[in-house]
């Protein structure tokens, strides 16, 4: 047995060749290209979700009104009604904190929820929405808590 031709059979590999690494980036690219257009746009999905759980029926906004109706017998007139005892002594006496702080309390899309506590889209209840992505009120992408037509 040559000594030579044992030395050669034992050598290790050293790294990848230039083949082994180009299949393996073109994997990685075909991947991304499945992968990314599937994320794309599920930020904003999960903002919209976000107003949704918000203003619904269950959310953390609509429970503290309903709260405050339960509790006062009426609608709050604005949202700092929430967080803010009222003045009239009547009021303060059934009044608790619904609310920590109104004033950070914003959309995703940094905006105020607008809220009318005589509601003209749901009868004998409130309106409370969020003007959505544009920022614009009574535009297609407003999120609300009525069913709209």
């Known amino acids: 047995m040559n000594v030579r031709t044992t030395k050669r059979n034992i050598r290790k590999r050293r790294?990848?060749?230039?083949?082994?690494?180009?299949?393996?980036?073109?994997?990685?690219?075909?991947?991304?290209?499945?992968?990314?257009?599937?994320l794309i746009?599920?930020?904003e999905k999960?903002?919209?979700?976000?107003?949704?759980?918000a203003i619904g029926p269950n959310g953390t906004l609509s429970q503290a009104i309903k709260m405050f109706k339960y509790d006062l017998g009426h609608t709050p007139d604005s949202l700092k009604d929430l967080c803010e005892k009222p003045s009239n002594s009547d009021d303060?006496?059934?009044?608790?904190?619904?609310?920590e702080d109104i004033s950070?309390?914003?959309?995703?899309?940094?905006?105020?929820y607008l809220y009318s506590g005589k509601g003209s889209k749901n009868e004998g209840s409130f309106d409370l929405w969020s003007m959505g992505p544009d920022g614009q009120d009574g535009t297609d992408d407003d999120i609300c808590n009525w069913k709209r037509d």
């Open 104 to 112: 950070g309390l914003k959309d995703p899309w940094g905006h105020d």
């Open 46 to 53: 999960a903002k919209i979700k976000m107003v949704e759980a």
């Open 41 to 43: 746009g599920q930020g």
């Open 92 to 99: 303060a006496k059934k009044w608790s904190k619904y609310l």
């Open 15 to 38: 790294g990848f060749t230039l083949l082994e690494i180009l299949l393996v980036v073109g994997l990685l690219a075909l991947l991304a290209s499945f992968a990314i257009p599937a």
